[in-house]
Nanobody, 119 residues
Framework: QVQLVESGGGLVQAGGSLRLSCVCS????????MGWYRQAPGKQRELVAT???????NYADSVKGRFTISRDNAKNTVYLQMNSLKPEDTAVYYC?????????????WGQGTQVTVSS
């Protein structure tokens, strides 16, 4: 069972920066994809950014050019660097991991970390 623990959320003013971290309980080499999702009050959870085991990244249009996802394989950690934050970035941010074992796709989620951007 893969466990994900997020940290780094908080309160920041518009235009500021935060870096989220997601530590995985096992080697992230074994995971197909890791990513960050977010859910604002009254809205559905949405994709923010993903990174594959090969390092290919993907971003939601709303965060392109402002957010950067990266991984440190030695620390089994994925990061989300968030710059130029806007009030609409306010949400609970969740770390996600996908792993294929015996041809079955497993998805794992962290507990979430709150990001609040004040105007």
């Amino acid at each position: 069972q893969v466990q994900l623990v997020e940290s780094g959320g908080g309160l920041v003013q518009a235009g500021g920066s935060l870096r989220l971290s997601c530590v995985c309980s096992e080697s992230i080499f074994r995971l197909n994809v890791m990513g960050w999702y977010r859910q604002a009050p009254g809205k559905q959870r949405e994709l923010v950014a993903t990174i594959t085991s090969g390092g290919t990244t993907n971003y939601a249009d709303s965060v392109k050019g402002r957010f950067t996802i990266s991984r440190d394989n030695a620390k089994n950690t994925v990061y989300l660097q968030m710059n130029s934050l806007k009030p609409e970035d306010t949400a609970v941010y969740y770390c996600n991991a996908e792993q294929t074992r015996s041809y079955i796709l497993y998805k794992y989620w962290g507990q979430g970390t709150q990001v609040t951007v004040s105007s």
